[in-house]
């Protein structure tokens, strides 16, 4: 297919989220372009992974979802756990792939977190009043009552093997050497009030293995989940992308 074609952005969710958080995002930009933003295996209602759930598992079932969807030319936006997959999938350099977008992304180095806070968060699967507490704790800027429901629901809807299989292994896997194979233009994007990680996690971890000029962005006053707090600048931020990868 010519380049001409719509440049589709394939959005892949947080953990413990679902596809719809970019919904907003998906409004702001059309009708320019198209935006897909699937539920990964275990999260959203959506069932596990064929493969199991390793981070290459999941970037097996991205790259199947991309074939069903005919798209021939994409950018994958990666958003924290996404953020891990979509890079494992842009390491092999898949056909159409144009660019790759991190938002708050989880390294692909092991994910810096405590086995204390690893612990506590596996006892909190299936908890409301958890839920309720990661969503204050995850997000900096004010969000309407509905949405903030909406993060807790999909935080309970979540399987307990895909739970932990992400806590236990996946947040676990060290994909550095492999980076040296993502050769598309690529950008992170970063809360400065992010409490899960912080954009220096970013700027230690996964900028260095990016290619030379890969900008880190950063935006004021918000948290972890950019696609709930900070659609507007998300959505500009991905749209000045896609004009200069054309």
């Known amino acids: 297919?010519?380049?001409s074609n719509p440049l589709t952005f394939v959005c892949l969710h947080y953990w413990a989220g679902a596809g719809h958080e970019f919904q907003a995002i998906a409004d702001l930009l059309t009708p320019e372009y198209r935006l897909v933003s699937p539920n990964l295996g275990g999260f959203g209602g959506a069932p596990g992974p064929l493969g199991g759930y390793s981070v290459d598992a999941y970037a097996?079932?991205?790259a199947a979802f991309i074939q069903t969807q005919g798209l021939h030319r994409y950018v994958l936006v990666g958003h924290s756990m996404g953020g891990k997959i979509a890079l494992a999938l842009a390491a092999r350099q898949p056909k159409g792939l144009r660019g790759l977008v991190l938002l708050s992304p989880s390294p692909p180095s092991p994910e810096p977190m405590t086995d204390e806070d690893r612990k506590a968060s596996q006892q909190a699967w299936g908890q409301r009043i958890r839920a309720e507490k990661t969503q204050q704790k995850i997000t900096?800027?004010?969000?309407?009552?509905?949405?903030?429901?909406?993060?807790?629901?999909?935080n309970l809807s979540?399987?307990?093997a895909a739970w932990d299989a992400w806590l236990l292994h996946g947040s676990r896997e060290n994909l550095a050497a492999r980076m040296c194979e993502v050769r598309v233009p690529c950008a992170i994007v970063a809360g400065d009030q992010d409490a899960v990680m912080s954009p220096s996690v970013h700027g230690l971890e996964t900028l260095p293995l990016l290619p030379e000029g890969t900008p880190l962005e950063i935006v004021p006053g918000a948290g972890h989940l950019l696609p709930y707090e900070a659609p507007e600048e998300v959505a500009a931020l991905l749209r000045a992308f896609a004009e200069k990868i054309h």
Do not use: F, G, H, T
């Not at 900096?140 to 999909?154: M, N, T, Y």
């Open 140 to 154: 900096a800027r004010s969000l309407p009552e509905p949405v903030q429901q909406r993060i807790v629901e999909d």
């Open 158 to 160: 979540s399987s307990k």
């Open 60 to 62: 097996d079932e991205v």
């Open 1 to 3: 297919m010519p380049d």
